[in-house]
């Protein structure tokens, strides 16, 4: 789960990470009552949306003005403007895609003195199954292009769980980030305070980028994302009411109350699979007979008649999608449970597009034979390869 910057910042300065004062503002009335409150002289107004690089975005509507999605104002009227062009408007990042994301509230926060920018995030690193420091004196940056071009400048801490953080960790990040003097205990402080955000809440990412050292010698978190484990959000009902629903695509939302996992993708040949290595192994082998995946779909392994309905109307929910391959190994799902699902739901939604169903496992033939008897259109595979091939043909005869 994602939650915006001003969230983030709310839920780290709690643990004493050091943040600016700001405020959040759904119009542009309440932005400049913001901006009062804060008294500047200088204030910038944020665009919050679920998406990196809003500071280089640019905006679909030429109302919105010139500038990204973050920009320096300098007065309480430009900062009312400014959040006014900025509400409503759809902003386009390169995180977005070309469609871009509306903006649904600003944060307006206060100005800052900066003299260096630097990258500093926490992770669960899956090599090593520890948590990990990343830094970089390249702030404001993609850390993804300075490990490309530049990777001696990344700096990487693993933290053993059975120590925990140690100061020793934070001074290693403090020095190779070239912090010297206060600026080596104030970076220790923060480090440490972000650790215990990251481990307290079940986070899966914490990202401050940048990491911004002012003239005074302070280090604050200039912008800061969090990611968290959607399977310990039972712990942390706080952070779940955090969830702004308007940042996730609506099937993903509807997928989640089912206990379904999907992500839409951008093909045509909508899958569902039981388990996750099987649904990578369909959208594989869909890519290599010359199709397309449209989405990533697994009903799980204990899937009801009712889940594999909704799945099928999610699949189909899609516009994109020309044919749709079913790929069940039945262990604990069983075979005809899938087919009757899979049969209510083409009859419910009248369905117009190629449907093969791959099928194996527990009670396979009588899975076959309801869906034999139910007198659809259903072309049988017998094999994932066969599957795979049989549902690319069709979608191109049919196109």
């Known amino acids: 789960m994602n939650i915006h910057e001003y969230q983030a910042k709310q839920l780290l300065s709690q643990y004493g990470v050091a943040t600016l004062k700001g405020g959040v503002a759904y119009t542009a009335a309440e932005a400049e009552a913001v901006a009062k409150e804060l008294g500047g002289p200088i204030w910038v107004v944020k665009s919050q949306i679920h998406a990196g690089g809003r500071g280089k975005g640019t905006f679909k509507e030429s109302s919105a003005g010139s500038g990204g999605g973050v920009r320096v104002v300098k007065s309480v009227e430009d900062t009312k ?3 006014n062009q900025m509400l409503g408007a759809t902003l386009v990042t390169h995180q977005t895609g070309p469609e871009g994301k509306e903006v649904k509230r600003v944060y307006i926060e206060d100005g800052c003195d900066i003299d260096r920018e630097l990258y500093l995030s926490l992770l669960i690193d899956r090599a090593t199954s ?11 940056m993609d850390i993804e292009e300075v490990a490309a071009k530049t990777p001696e400048k990344i700096v990487t801490v693993d933290i053993d769980p059975a120590t925990g953080m140690k100061g020793f960790h934070a001074r ?9 003097g206060d600026q080596i205990k104030s970076c220790v402080k923060f480090v440490m305070a972000m650790y215990r955000a990251f481990v307290d809440l079940d986070a899966s990412l914490v990202e401050i980028n940048p990491m911004v050292v002012t003239k005074a010698g302070d280090v604050v978190a200039l912008d800061a994302k969090m990611n968290f484990d ?4 039972f712990r942390h009902k706080d952070i779940e009411e955090m969830r702004d629903q308007a940042e996730y695509d609506p099937a993903e939302l509807e997928a989640e109350r089912h206990d379904l996992n999907y992500i839409k993708l951008d093909g045509s040949i909508g899958c569902m699979v039981n388990g996750a290595g099987l649904a990578m192994a369909t959208m594989d082998i869909i890519k290599l007979y010359g199709g397309e995946p449209a989405n990533f779909l697994d009903v799980g392994g204990g899937a009801t008649k009712e889940r594999v309905t909704t799945a ?25 449970v899938i087919a009757e699902g899979v049969v209510a739901a083409a009859r419910e939604v009248s369905l117009s597009v190629p449907l093969v169903v791959r099928l194996e496992g527990t009670n396979v033939d009588l899975g076959k034979q309801i869906m034999a008897q139910s007198g659809l259109p259903i ?3 017998d094999d994932l390869a066969d599957a795979a091939e049989k549902v690319v043909k069709a979608v191109k005869e049919a196109a």
């Open 312 to 336: 099928f109307k999610l699949i189909l929910s899609d516009s994109n999608v020309d044919g749709i391959l079913v790929n069940i190994f039945g262990g604990i799902m069983r075979c005809d």
């Open 379 to 381: 072309i049988s595979a």
């Open 172 to 180: 290693e990040v403090a020095f190779g980030l070239g912090l010297k």
């Open 130 to 140: 520890r948590v990990t420091i990343i830094a970089s004196q390249e702030g404001g």
């Open 81 to 83: 403007d400014t959040a």
């Open 230 to 233: 959607d399977n310990a959000l």
